[in-house]
């Protein structure tokens, strides 16, 4: 284990200096440090850019779009972009079927308060669970992605529908600097891999679901269409325990016990699914983060690790709560559970085009220069 955050050795890319310092905590000294302006000089930008958005906007419906999950991060970002930027953000909400309660509450009680409407755009329920059961069968780790590329999707089909060019995202270093391991979160948006997937384990046509590939968003709409995406947080201090309370002051917002819980696919998933089939716990990757921008101290992470996320007691309730939702028996998850480990390079995909089009847009100075892509 690194000697100054919590990633290790189950992150096989992972590497360290002599000190047993890992490249994640170089990384985040030399990229995520620079480009995260919480001084005066942030504030500037931030505000330079939501005059922009407004006077951009002045004749249109909406300035923005804005995605909400019912999580911290875009909680928090909805609270600023109305509150403290004066915006109008056209809020949708991505609905995949696996909404927890807690979330339906916190999405509600903002919306209601900020007096806003919500635009929800509900996934078809057998072309969902068709999807997520093709990624169970196929053996990888990331069966994630159904529920991750449908948000991704929508977002951009709203920003080119209402002719929108701000998307405001509340995606942050403070409490993302760590970079998830490729080999458990590949690309959502690798059409390639998707297809091969759905042909070999699929059997829906999914004429509804929403797919967008990466070409079209990053070079269409970014591109030719202007489309923009703003991430506030990176502009000013970003405190967690700061925003929750926030939200829980002003909204009645009521905290998740673990990030991305919100869903409880993804809450089955990343407490679960992946510490126990794959030895990965994604709680590294999000302590580290908070290690690195001093929210957390170091032993208390080592101190939380060495418990599993999930709960011991109910999780074999969740275990058939899942099966069932997917339309499957225990037994069979249970056999999905056990199978070989297939990851992202046994099937088809476009891993090479997506470096490569990272390198063309970091050469031409389009993109900054990220960590590594592993
Ligand atoms: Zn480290």
């Known amino acids: 284990m690194c000697t100054r955050c919590v990633m290790d050795t189950s992150d096989e890319n992972i590497k360290f200096d002599m000190n047993g310092v890992c490249d994640h905590c170089h990384d985040f000294d030399q990229y995520a440090k620079s480009n995260w302006d919480t001084d005066e000089q942030g504030k500037n930008e931030i505000e330079r850019v939501i005059a922009k958005i407004k006077r951009y906007s002045r004749n249109k419906d909406f300035d923005c779009l804005l995605g909400i999950s019912g ?65 169970f069968k196929s053996g990888v780790p990331h069966v994630d992605i159904p529920q991750d590329h449908a948000f991704i999707a929508t977002l951009y089909n709203f920003a080119d529908k209402y002719r929108i060019k701000y998307i405001l995202n509340g995606g942050n270093y403070s409490t993302e600097c760590v970079q998830y391991p490729m080999k458990y979160y590949y690309y959502g948006t690798d059409m390639k891999q998707i297809a091969d997937i759905r042909k070999q384990f699929g059997k829906s046509k999914m004429e509804t679901y ?38 829980e002051r002003e909204y009645g917002w009521k905290p998740y016990p673990q990030k991305h819980f919100e869903s409880r696919f993804t809450k089955f998933f990343e407490s679960y699914w992946l510490p126990e089939r794959f030895g990965f716990d994604p709680r590294r990757v999000q302590f580290s983060s908070l290690i690195l921008t001093e929210q957390m101290n170091r032993d208390e992470a080592i101190e939380q690790l060495q418990r599993p996320a999930y709960n011991t007691e109910s999780i074999h309730d969740e275990f058939n709560y899942i ?26 995909n476009q891993q090479d085009v997506f470096r490569t089009g990272a390198k063309i847009l970091r050469w031409i100075g389009v993109e900054k220069v990220k960590k590594r892509e592993q």
């Open 210 to 247: 929403p797919f967008s590939s990466v070409f079209r968003h990053k070079l269409y709409l970014k591109y030719l269409r202007g489309v923009n995406v703003v991430k506030p947080l990176n502009y000013m201090p970003y405190n967690k325990e700061d925003a929750l309370s926030l939200l």
């Open 323 to 348: 099966a069932t939702k997917l339309g499957i028996s225990a037994k069979e998850l249970q056999e999905y559970f056990e199978m070989p480990k297939k990851f992202y390079w046994n099937y088809q």
């Open 71 to 135: 999580g911290v991060d875009s909680s928090y970002m909805l609270h600023l972009a109305v509150k403290e930027f004066g915006l109008r953000p056209l809020v949708f909400h991505v609905d995949g079927g696996w909404n927890s309660e807690l979330a339906v509450h916190n999405i509600n009680v903002m919306i209601d308060k900020l007096g806003l409407d919500l635009y929800t755009e509900v996934i078809n329920w057998e072309e969902m669970k068709d999807f997520q059961l093709a990624f």
